[in-house]
């Protein structure tokens, strides 16, 4: 019982572990990185992370890159009079000292343009993003269900 137990533990921790991947450029931490699945004809995804500045002075996402897209863009979604618009931050997005900025669904985000193919739950997308002062940084975006969340897995 007691080893059933502790292997059903040890499953439970791995299979979270495996999305609770952290990066780390300078003194900023990427954690949560994710998108959505999309629906075969999509020709465009949504990059999803947080960013934590440790250090004394501000940052900037500047860009990046990801394995199945062209075109890769910091965005901004906003409602305006019950319209919404999205925008592309041309100078990028500021990550002031000692805050942490997150890219969601509704808000500041990723956006991935002329895909290579459909994203399929599961699996893992290959990119990068680029910062004013600490560079580049490698990552890979965790692959959620279709119109999904934040999953549980990330929550940890």
Same mark, same amino acid.
């Given at each position: 019982m007691i080893r059933t137990l502790t292997a059903a533990a040890l499953v439970v921790f791995i299979a979270g572990s495996v999305h609770a991947q952290e990066y780390k450029a300078g003194p900023l931490v990427i954690d949560h990185v994710w998108t959505r699945a999309t629906p075969k004809s999509a020709t465009v995804a949504g990059g999803y992370l947080k960013i934590t500045n440790?250090?004394?002075?501000?940052?900037?996402?500047i860009g990046g890159s990801a394995d199945v897209s062209r075109k890769f863009e910091v965005h901004q979604m906003s409602m305006d009079g019950g319209v919404m618009k999205m925008r592309e931050l041309k100078d990028g997005l500021? $990550?002031?000292?000692?805050?942490?900025? %997150?890219?969601?669904?509704?808000?500041?985000?990723?956006?991935m343009m002329n895909l290579s193919h459909p994203l399929i739950k599961g699996?893992?997308?290959?990119?990068?993003?680029?910062? %004013?002062?600490?560079?580049?940084?490698? $990552?890979?975006?965790?692959? %959620?269900? $279709?119109?999904?969340?934040?999953?549980?897995?990330? %929550?940890?």
């Amino acid at each position: 019982m007691i080893r059933t137990l502790t292997a059903a533990a040890l499953v439970v921790f791995i299979a979270g572990s495996v999305h609770a991947q952290e990066y780390k450029a300078g003194p900023l931490v990427i954690d949560h990185v994710w998108t959505r699945a999309t629906p075969k004809s999509a020709t465009v995804a949504g990059g999803y992370l947080k960013i934590t500045n440790t250090g004394s002075t501000p940052d900037r996402l500047i860009g990046g890159s990801a394995d199945v897209s062209r075109k890769f863009e910091v965005h901004q979604m906003s409602m305006d009079g019950g319209v919404m618009k999205m925008r592309e931050l041309k100078d990028g997005l500021e $990550i002031p000292a000692g805050a942490t900025v %997150e890219l969601k669904p509704g808000s500041y985000h990723i956006m991935m343009m002329n895909l290579s193919h459909p994203l399929i739950k599961g699996e893992r997308v290959k990119g990068s993003l680029a910062f %004013e002062k600490a560079g580049k940084v490698d $990552i890979e975006f965790v692959v %959620e269900a $279709i119109g999904g969340a934040l999953s549980r897995e990330h %929550e940890r």
